[in-house]
């Protein structure tokens, strides 16, 4: 690896692909040496040299980073490819692999081998949850008492749900949480730490797709705060787009409110008050959610070639798996799930 600059691969080359093609185009410190997708023309389409063998690509390229960009069940051996041709750093996509049991097994294979493994979930890395979490270290609104996350993305209704965009949505089993959810079990994790005990309530309103597109999910704090996710893919929200926030948030404590619109514009009330302040202004953000695709991407390029702690790696990504599975256990058993197993 040059010291300045790290060679990037990238496995897949489907429609949120294209996000962290042109992410990576952005980022100074990383160049592009290959694309691989089985349907070769998608990645010809990328203008990097493009490959339908990911072993091949492997070969010809000698990435240092390999970025995985597919579903589940393509996880574990692309891993395993990376890991044998030498490649020292991997970011894979969400899900991360098909199973708890198979992330785990991915997770020990690449600590095995000194591979650094880093799960994309970039939703943490959006701009309005740093700037959210600075407030919240800086106790702008003094003792925290509880977040909410009212998820409206206004896309679910009807026969043509999703097809226009990821038509694989109308039969996944496990929709809202496991597929959008997930998000903001990562950003409740990066605001607040781990939850102690999780409850949810789930169901599906569109009688055309097979998983659940509306319900929510409590997580308890020992400290008796509060984190709510509030999903319904039916609804909208204010927003020239919808995907922008994909919802609106409250923190609320003892001292103010920072709430999050739906243009991405985090302001500050505090106790008493009408007015609100803004910490930060709605922008017209390049790439996906506030360019969280490139920022996270830039995290990881920045802490290999710096040699400075990563987020999201696997084996804290772990977690999440592991609170997802909670919160269907808790919906099937109609109960509060405690004791959290995090091992």
């Known amino acids: ?3 300045n600059k790290i060679r990037v691969a990238c496995l897949g080359a489907g429609y949120f692909a294209g996000f962290h093609y ?8 990383a160049h592009l040496v290959g694309a691989c997708d089985r349907d070769k023309e998608k990645a010809k389409a990328t203008g990097v040299a493009a490959f339908a063998d990911l072993d091949h690509m ?10 995985i960009i597919t579903p589940p069940p393509s996880h574990l051996p692309a891993i395993e490819a990376a890991i044998r041709a030498g490649v020292e750093t991997v970011i894979c996509q969400k899900p991360f692999c098909q199973s708890l049991d198979e992330a785990k097994q991915a997770t020990a294979i690449a600590e095995e081998a000194g591979v650094s493994l ?10 309005w949850y740093r700037c959210i979490k600075q407030a919240l270290e800086n106790e702008l609104i003094g003792e925290l008492q509880q977040v909410t996350f009212r998820l409206r993305t206004g896309d679910g209704q009807g026969p043509r749900a999703y097809l226009d965009r990821q038509p694989y949505f109308q039969t ?3 929709l809202l949480i496991h597929e959008t959810g997930v998000h903001w079990i990562d950003t409740f994790r990066f605001l607040l730490g781990e939850p102690d005990a999780v409850y949810a309530d789930l169901r599906r309103m569109n009688p055309v797709i097979a998983g659940e597109d509306a319900g929510y999910f409590i997580f308890d704090y020992a400290n008796g705060v509060r984190a709510l996710f509030d999903g319904n893919r039916l609804l ?21 409110t920072l709430s999050l619109s739906g243009q991405g514009e985090v302001s500050l009330r505090h106790f008493g008050a009408l007015e609100e302040n803004t910490l930060l202004h709605a922008q017209d953000w390049q790439g996906f959610g506030g360019d969280c695709v490139r920022a996270l991407m830039q995290h990881v390029v920045d802490g290999v070639l710096d040699d400075t702690p990563l987020e999201n790696e ?5 977690k999440v798996i592991a609170i997802e599975q909670a919160i ?12 959290l197993d995090f091992g």
């Open 1 to 3: 690896m040059g010291a």
């Open 22 to 29: 042109e992410g990576w185009q952005r980022i100074k410190r």
């Open 58 to 67: 492997l070969r010809m390229t000698k990435p240092d980073l390999l970025d």
């Open 118 to 127: 880093v799960i994309h979930e970039n939703f943490r890395f959006q701009p």
């Open 172 to 174: 996944m089993p496990k």
């Open 236 to 256: 909208d929200h204010a927003a020239e787009n919808c995907r922008t926030t994909l919802g609106e948030a409250l923190i609320e404590g003892t001292k103010g």
């Open 314 to 318: 696997a084996r804290d990504y772990l």
């Open 328 to 339: 269907y256990e808790s919906d099937q058993k109609e109960q509060k799930i405690r004791g």
